[in-house]
């Protein structure tokens, strides 16, 4: 009997956060707590865009990307997040352009949050080595639900229909803004982004629930291990990235910290611009593994109250690029006190490069962040 109080227990917690603070604006979830939150991608460096609207064109190549996140699928109502993205170069305006759609959905109420951005990024080569990027995205976006499918902690309790009064809304709407820049050389980069600069109202129910700045700092640098050619038919070569994420919203923040370990090999005749340190241009076969491993949370230096220290969860991430073809799949495994409860989070990413044959003439350096 202990078992199932505590089980409901959690739903009671979970559906009754998702209710109420959906519609007010605040979204963030631990034991017992409701506190607040924006979704989150564990292959953040897979969906560059939606990082920091700096990456907007970023890359040698154009890029189709989507992204699929499915968090806490033992939850009823867990998060689902999908993610598309299109940005490409403009090499003669030295400028970069980028689209991204997203969409969330959560909790029993079947809440959606769903938006269409516009990005632009200004690119300057500082010297030989260094450049610096700094975007700017427009955003509409849109927040709605169905009451009818919420779950209430009387209904639970009492196996009746629910006394909570349904709102005279269902959805709302406005203008997001964001920007960002970054700093970058073909062996390190650094980006700063803020999110939500206008603090956009998106409360449902109460009058003014506006969208705190979320602020993000990110980098890391690619350290060379092995390269070697073979006649100059094959070119193999193995690093390692470490990178590290923080974010930051009022007064939650946290940390994503890791290392990929990437191996790439290159046959003669590879699509140009790919691959800066391909040997030769014009290509027939390229194909690129990478493994990571990540941790989210800051558990010693930071927790948010009293027993509920911020510790997330582990992330394992294996990733694979054939030709123009990039494919990564992670896995978050829980941490939190949430760990039994949440099955973790499967996260899935596809982009594909549509790739100018001018673009390394172009363009002197090249962003070595990681593709995952």
Not at 13 to 35: A, I, Q, R
Not at 121 to 149: I, P
Not at 251 to 257: G, L
Request: with cysteine.
């Amino acid at each position: 009997m202990k078992n199932t109080i505590t089980v409901y227990g959690l739903r009671f917690t979970v559906y009754s956060c998702f209710f109420l603070f959906s519609l007010t604006g605040n979204w963030k979830l631990e034991t017992g707590n409701c506190l607040a939150q924006a979704y989150q991608m564990t292959q953040f460096y897979a969906a560059p865009v939606f990082l920091n609207p700096a990456f907007a064109g970023a890359d040698a190549c154009a890029r189709l990307t989507t992204n699929y996140r499915m968090q806490w699928p033992s939850i009823p109502g867990g998060f689902r997040t999908y993610l598309l993205a299109f940005d490409h170069r403009l090499a003669r305006q030295n400028s970069g352009i980028g689209f991204l759609f997203t969409n969330d959905k959560a909790g029993s109420g079947n809440l959606r949050a769903t938006t269409f951005n516009a990005q632009y990024s200004y690119q300057l080569q500082l010297t030989r080595k260094w450049g610096f990027n700094a975007g700017f995205e427009a955003g509409y976006a849109q927040r709605n639900y169905d009451f009818n499918k919420f779950i209430f902690g009387d209904q639970i309790a009492y196996g009746t229909t629910t006394s909570v009064e349904q709102p005279l809304y269902d959805k709302v709407r406005y203008l997001d803004l964001s920007s960002g820049m970054l700093l970058y050389s073909d062996k390190s980069w650094i980006g700063f982004a803020t999110h939500h600069l206008n603090q956009p109202n998106q409360a449902l129910v109460s009058d003014q629930s506006h969208l705190p700045i979320l602020y993000s700092v990110h980098g890391g640098m690619v350290i060379p291990i092995t390269s070697k050619g073979t006649a100059g038919k094959v070119f193999a070569k193995h690093s390692i990235t470490p990178a590290i994420n923080y974010r930051a919203e009022k007064e939650f923040d946290q940390v994503d910290v890791g290392c990929y370990y990437s191996f790439t090999e290159a046959v003669e005749n590879i699509w140009p611009g790919l691959e800066k340190e391909l040997p030769k241009k014009g290509t027939k076969s390229y194909a690129s593994f990478v493994a990571g491993v990540w941790y989210r949370g800051i558990p010693i230096l930071k927790a948010y109250k009293t027993g509920y220290p911020n510790n997330d969860a582990f992330a394992f991430l294996l990733g694979m690029t054939i030709d123009r073809f990039k494919f990564g799949y992670s896995y978050d495994l829980t941490i939190s006190g949430l760990a039994g409860y949440t099955a973790g989070a499967h996260e899935l990413s596809i982009c594909y490069q549509f790739c100018d044959p001018n673009a390394t003439r172009k363009r002197k350096s090249a962003i070595p962040c990681p593709k995952f």
